[in-house]
């Protein structure tokens, strides 16, 4: 079983940034394909990026060029680097990972485990 726990969401102004990160158990994180995912109140859930184990990566369109993600195997925790904050990044940020990624890396089905969620709220 693998256990991820998000830290560092919280209040910003718009332009603002933020890092979350995503602590995982298990001794072989390294193989684990992690991914962001975020849910804002009255919305589905929405694949945000992903990092593959051999490092490739992939963003939704509305984060290019303002969000990336990385990766500490010594540390098991993946981050979650958010610049140039929006009013409409506001949602509740999901860590996701799974060792098999046999469907969309976009689909939430497609991962096995989920971290408890950590609130980000860009104010206007």
């Known amino acids: 079983q693998v256990q991820l726990v998000e830290s560092g969401g919280g209040l910003v102004q718009a332009g603002g940034s933020l890092r979350l990160s995503c602590a995982a158990s298990?001794?072989?994180?390294?193989?684990?394909?992690m991914a962001w995912f975020r849910q804002a109140p009255g919305k589905e859930r929405e694949f945000v990026l992903v990092?593959?184990?051999?490092?490739?990566?992939y963003y939704a369109d509305s984060v290019k060029g303002r969000f990336t993600i990385s990766r500490d195997n010594a540390k098991n925790t993946v981050y979650l680097q958010m610049n140039n904050l929006k009013p409409e990044d506001t949602a509740v940020y999901y860590c996701?990972?799974?060792?098999?990624?046999?469907?969309?890396?976009?689909?939430?089905?497609?991962?096995?485990?989920w971290g408890q969620g950590t609130q980000v709220t860009v104010s206007s």
């Open positions: 990092l593959r184990s051999g490092g490739i990566k």
């Open positions: 996701a990972a799974t060792t098999d990624l046999g469907g969309p890396y976009y689909y939430s089905s497609t991962y096995d485990y």
């Open positions: 298990g001794r072989t994180f390294s193989t684990y394909h």
